[in-house]
Antibody, heavy 122, light 111 residues
């Protein structure tokens, strides 16, 4: 059973860059798409982007190129960077895995981390 | 404002049946992209409930079922139980965004 665990600072100052890492254990990081999804307090889920283990990434265009996702297969980790943050970026950030069979990858998220709250405040 | 539209809340008494709708458009559900559903219990991460419109992962009770038609999808819960009280989210793919989209979420209250 794969497990995902987010880590990173819980407090980021406005205009700075938010950086989080997701560590994958109990399963392979290869042959999967890895995602970041966030949830502002009391609000719904927002997809931020995903990256294939080989390095190709896709991002939510609403974030205006502020987001970058990278993967380090040797460390079984993938990371999120969100630049120029404001209070609107305060949220619980989840890392998640898109389901892949032996032949195809699909769009649903079958494994999630527990989430980490990041607050943007001076 | 979410790309997929869900009712903010639904409620039902124990044992009853409730449905939660998820309305999209021609660039997502209407384009034939599949709909998936998640259950989020208070203070926890979302959990996959239904995938590819109608399929339940192992361990999800058959009280939960999904359907899709046209530009909309629905989640039905029969035999409501107190433990079903949670937020429910639909998710699909949107071709104009080239990525995943979620509904705004529906809070289910078991009366």
């Amino acid at each position: 059973q794969v497990q995902l665990q987010e880590s990173g600072p819980g407090l980021v100052k406005p205009s700075e860059t938010l950086s989080l890492t997701c560590t994958v254990s109990g399963g392979s990081i290869s042959s999967y798409y890895w995602s970041w999804i966030r949830q502002p307090p009391g609000k719904g889920l927002e997809w931020l982007g995903y990256i294939y283990y080989g390095g190709s990434a896709n991002y939510n265009p609403s974030l205006n190129s502020r987001v970058t996702i990278s993967v380090d297969t040797s460390k079984h980790q993938f990371s999120l960077k969100l630049s120029s943050v404001t209070a609107a970026d305060t949220a619980v950030y989840y890392c998640a895995r898109r389901y892949c069979s032996s032949t195809n990858c699909y769009m649903w998220f079958d494994s999630w981390g527990q989430g980490t709250l990041v607050t943007v405040s001076s | 404002q979410s790309v997929l539209t869900q009712p903010p809340s639904v409620s039902g008494a124990p044992g009853q049946r409730v449905t939660i709708s998820c309305t999209g458009s021609s660039s997502n559900i209407g384009a034939g992209y599949d709909v998936h559903w998640y259950q989020q219990l208070p203070g926890t991460a979302p959990k996959l409930l239904i995938y590819t419109n109608t399929n339940r992962p192992s361990g999800v009770p058959d009280r939960f079922s999904g359907s899709k038609s046209g530009t909309s999808a629905s989640l039905a819960i029969t035999g409501l139980q107190a433990e079903d009280e949670a937020d429910y989210y639909c998710q699909s793919y949107d071709s104009s965004l080239s990525g995943s989209v979620f509904g705004g979420g529906t809070k289910l209250t078991v009366l």
